[in-house]
């Protein structure tokens, strides 16, 4: 399959998942995670929106093949991975079913480290 392609389908899911983060502004079960934090409402209104803009800077960065792509990316990655592995033990997956957040898992960091991966590989490309 053509990189390009890929690199375009999966930035694409990393921009639907930027979108959400603007809606997290609610607290409870919908506030935006920090470290493995829930954060409440007003901190929710500040993080969200705040990341979500970086997430759509990285993915502009990648869809136009801009080399700063590549350090946005690992920061995303390490940030996603840290999110999604202190998630359990900080605040607890609650009502959520273990293999459903395995699966969540899988796909969160596979996409955030694929995407690096990806973009490593075609370095001499960008920007």
């Known amino acids: ?24 502004a609610g607290g409870g079960n919908l506030g935006f995670v920090l470290f493995g934090w829930r954060l409440g409402p007003t901190a929710s ?12 800077v990285y993915v502009w960065a ?3 093949k801009r080399s700063v792509a590549l350090p946005l990316g690992i920061v995303y990655a390490v940030f996603a991975t840290l999110n999604i ?11 959520i079913s273990p293999l459903a957040y395995l699966g969540f898992s899988i796909v ?13 590989s075609m370095y001499r490309e960008l920007q």
């Open 1 to 24: 399959m053509n990189p390009t392609l890929v690199l375009r389908i999966l930035a694409a899911l990393v921009a639907i998942r930027a979108v959400t983060n603007f809606f997290k």
């Open 45 to 56: 209104m500040i993080f969200g929106p705040a990341f979500a803009i970086f997430m759509l």
């Open 62 to 64: 990648a869809w136009t």
């Open 85 to 95: 592995v202190l998630f359990p033990f900080v605040t607890g997956i609650g009502e």
């Open 108 to 120: 969160g960091i596979g996409v955030s480290w694929g995407m690096v991966l990806l973009l490593r």
